[in-house]
């Protein structure tokens, strides 16, 4: 009897043991208390918004079909930052174009194959290729367009108007047919914003507000059409770019941004728009699922990066990039996590923004985030001393040639040369440089400025220094020669 009892309390020990692993919580916001997650938040978001010199965000974020938090971070102007802040969201802004489309294919009034000229019958490219351009190209990013052939922030004469822009269309040539390569463009989306315009009947503000804006009850969302509308509208928080290590506030370059980066919202606002990708209460389920859906040619989908690991199952993401506005979007569509944050410091070559909502989504699964000794802070730090050094290390190679009376050789005083010179090139060919690394994005120069001030410093004071010491080293060099001649004459 004593035996088959110990059985028995085996047996049950073990299904005791077995129903406690099944019962695990999927979350660490299951196991912790909401407080406690939200405390743990707060002290990652800001002590990583230190170690990169922003000093205003907002935070939204969404799970399991609820608002899990909204948060605003920092001051700026004498204002503290909260979850109804306005901030540019950029990029983002395409989702929401993207989403104008399709519910005007659900309604039968666009197609997503047919042609995109089509529907501008006054339109007479002067490439024919254009006329292969559908709509669903435009989507993903595959029109066969790119900055080099169709200037986007580099346009000689910006563009006030969509319909301006697609007159541009009538002398471009294609840098690939279309539908055979990816190739990032923010035209697509003004193309885009243009054809719900003409199909609907409204402006596109009006169409965003009346269909995706006030039925999704973002009522402190809004698009603009240029970034001087940001600059004037004083509830936005001024934007920022960082020069060796310290935050300058500067107004947004003008730029046409209508269709492709022109919302602007709120973290309460946007933690709405990302459980609108769950409740299904904008699309059809057949095309809510063409919407999360990668690309044909990458995983660029219809105004999002579509993605899909064993772990995180299928996860659609996008950022938003200004010159002085940041912004960052993630969401788990399984795990039914999303995650949004929004900066007002822009693009810059030492801050990787990614890593907030990165980091923020390893809290709220419970899992250990890996400290980086990488920061803003740290890089400018490092580019400061650089500056510092190459002062120093020029103000000594000048001591020392002064000093010296040993004139160069011919070949030696050629190596210097071509030494000296490579950082006067690498700044010449910079922008050239940015848009190799950049996947062939075309950068203005203000642009290269604001996101790598500190680097264009260092090299700018190298060429000097190099430059100085190549003339004194020449006037050597000919100073000997004169005197060799000298000496050698009878």
Not at 44 to 61: C, E, F, P, S
Not at 146 to 158: E, L, R
Not at 214 to 236: C, H, K, Y
Not at 361 to 373: C, N, T, V, W
Request: aromatic share 10%; net charge neutral; proline share 4%.
């Amino acid at each position: 009897m004593r035996t088959v009892e110990k059985k028995m309390w085996l047996v049950l020990g073990c299904f005791l043991l077995l129903m406690g692993i099944l019962a695990r919580p999927a979350s660490a916001v299951e196991v912790r208390s909401k407080v406690e997650v939200q405390q743990e938040i707060d002290q990652y978001v800001k002590k990583t918004m230190a170690a990169n010199h922003i000093q205003g965000a907002a935070l939204a974020i969404v799970h399991n079909g609820e608002v899990f938090y909204t948060q605003g971070y920092g001051a700026t102007e004498g204002r503290d930052i909260n979850d109804r802040t306005p901030f540019p969201i950029a990029s983002l802004s395409k989702s929401f174009t993207a989403l104008a489309v399709l519910q005007l294919v659900d309604k039968r009034l666009i197609e997503l194959d047919v042609p995109y000229v089509s529907y501008f019958p006054d339109l007479a490219p002067k490439d024919e290729r254009v006329r292969d351009i559908t709509v669903r190209d435009l989507l993903n990013q595959t029109s066969g367009l790119n900055d080099k052939v169709n200037p986007d922030m580099t346009c000689s004469s910006p563009y006030q108007s969509l319909r301006q822009v697609n007159e541009s269309l009538n002398a471009v040539q294609l840098a690939n047919d279309p539908g055979s390569a990816y190739s990032y463009h923010n035209p697509n989306y003004q193309y885009l914003a243009l054809l719900v315009e003409t199909m609907s009947g409204q402006s596109f503000s009006d169409y965003l507000e009346d269909h995706i804006l006030e039925p999704l009850g973002m009522r402190d969302t809004f698009n603009v059409s240029n970034t001087r509308q940001i600059n004037e509208n004083s509830a936005i928080p001024r934007g920022h770019y960082i020069l060796l290590g310290h935050p300058v506030s500067q107004p947004e370059p003008s730029w046409f941004v209508d269709g492709p980066a022109g919302m602007i919202s709120t973290a309460e606002d946007m933690a709405k728009w990302m459980l609108a990708q769950y409740n299904g209460r904008l699309l059809t389920p057949e095309l809510m699922e063409q919407y999360h859906k990668a690309g044909q040619k990458g995983p660029y989908g219809m105004g999002w990066l579509a993605e899909e690991d064993e772990q995180g199952g299928r996860r659609i993401s996008h950022s938003g990039i200004l010159w002085t506005y940041k912004a960052e979007e993630t969401i788990y569509l399984d795990q039914r996590l999303g995650i949004a944050m929004m900066f007002n410091s822009g693009l810059n070559a030492f801050v990787d923004y990614s890593a907030f909502a990165d980091g923020i989504a390893k809290i709220m699964k419970g899992e250990k985030i890996e400290s980086s000794i990488v920061s803003s802070k740290n890089m400018e730090a490092v580019m400061i001393l650089l500056v510092l050094a190459t002062i120093a290390w020029g103000i000594y190679r000048l001591y020392r040639i002064h000093r010296s009376n040993k004139a160069m050789t011919t070949g030696k005083w050629i190596v210097s040369l071509a030494g000296g010179l490579l950082p006067v090139l690498i700044l010449l060919f910079l922008s050239p440089l940015a848009t190799f690394i950049g996947a062939g994005r075309v950068l203005p120069w203000y642009g290269l400025w604001t996101a790598m001030s500190s680097l264009i410093i260092w090299l700018v004071v190298l060429s000097l220094v190099n430059i100085t010491v190549i003339v004194c080293r020449l006037r050597l060099y000919y100073q000997a020669k004169k005197m060799k001649g000298i000496t050698a004459s009878p």
